[in-house]
């Protein structure tokens, strides 16, 4: 079945305390990004990648990072997590077309706290 | 910065009602998508629109992209309560510069009542 596979679904956690989420798509897609969701806001892009070793800031990536070693692996990084990411955090991929994104295919989502 | 406005931001009508979602910006979009997110889950792809002025029809659903490609709407007629849901629009930016970067609108929370 094709799917994004994020993890932990859910977690919280204190300020400073170094976290990672991951994320696999098993559709062999090369684009794949990661967004956070608050109230009213909408999806925000934090880091994208549209090979593998290759990343870009999205609009909003203070306080994160990502790698791309693999091509079907895009984990997300909190160095020193603080409350203002406690978010739901959605990654993506997608088959892009040119110069578009596609149609994106979104995991589950990782619910995170920050204490 | 493009920006997508969408409106109305909540939204809770009678089951057999019709119902209009619009999605707006001052920019161009090369195309724009719409998705629709339920609880727990993450957004899943309804329709993408690409020509200025094209109507699209998914059973119940119509959706149009502005012959500007600036604005879409989302019209939902006869509702239903498995229409319930969050829909977002999505652009993709009509410039080189913003490549890759999708841009959501801040979504609509529409709830179907029995």
């Known amino acids: 079945e094709a799917q994004v596979t994020q993890n932990p679904r859910y977690l919280i956690t204190v300020t400073g305390k170094k976290l990672t989420v991951t994320c696999s798509q098993n559709?062999?897609?090369?684009?794949m990004s990661w967004y956070r969701q608050d109230p009213g806001l909408g999806l925000r892009q934090i880091y994208y990648?549209?090979?593998?070793?290759?990343?870009d800031k999205g609009d909003v990536p203070e306080g994160y990072k990502v790698s791309r070693k693999e091509k079907r692996n895009f984990p997300l990084i909190l160095e020193s997590p603080s409350p203002n990411q406690t978010s739901l955090y959605f990654c993506a991929s997608s088959f892009r077309q040119g110069e578009n994104t596609g149609e994106l295919f979104f995991g589950e989502g990782s619910r995170l706290t920050v204490l | 910065t493009q920006l997508l406005e969408q409106s109305p931001q909540f939204l809770s009508i009678q089951e057999g009602e019709n119902l209009t979602v619009y999605c707006n910006s001052s920019s161009v979009f090369s195309s724009l998508q719409w998705y629709r997110q339920e609880p727990g889950e993450g957004p899943v792809l309804l329709v993408t629109?690409?020509?200025?002025?094209e109507v699209k029809k998914l059973k119940r659903l119509t959706f149009q992209f502005g012959d500007a490609r600036k604005d879409s709407s989302l019209h939902i007629t006869a509702a239903q309560p498995g229409d319930t849901g969050l829909y977002l629009c999505?652009?993709?930016?009509?410039?080189?510069?913003?490549?890759?970067?999708?841009?959501f609108g801040s979504g609509t929370r529409l709830l179907v009542r029995p």
């Open positions: 559709m062999n897609h090369e684009y």
């Open positions: 999505a652009g993709e930016p009509g410039n080189m510069d913003s490549s890759y970067k999708l841009i």
């Open positions: 629109v690409v020509t200025g002025g």
């Open positions: 990648s549209m090979n593998v070793e290759v990343t």
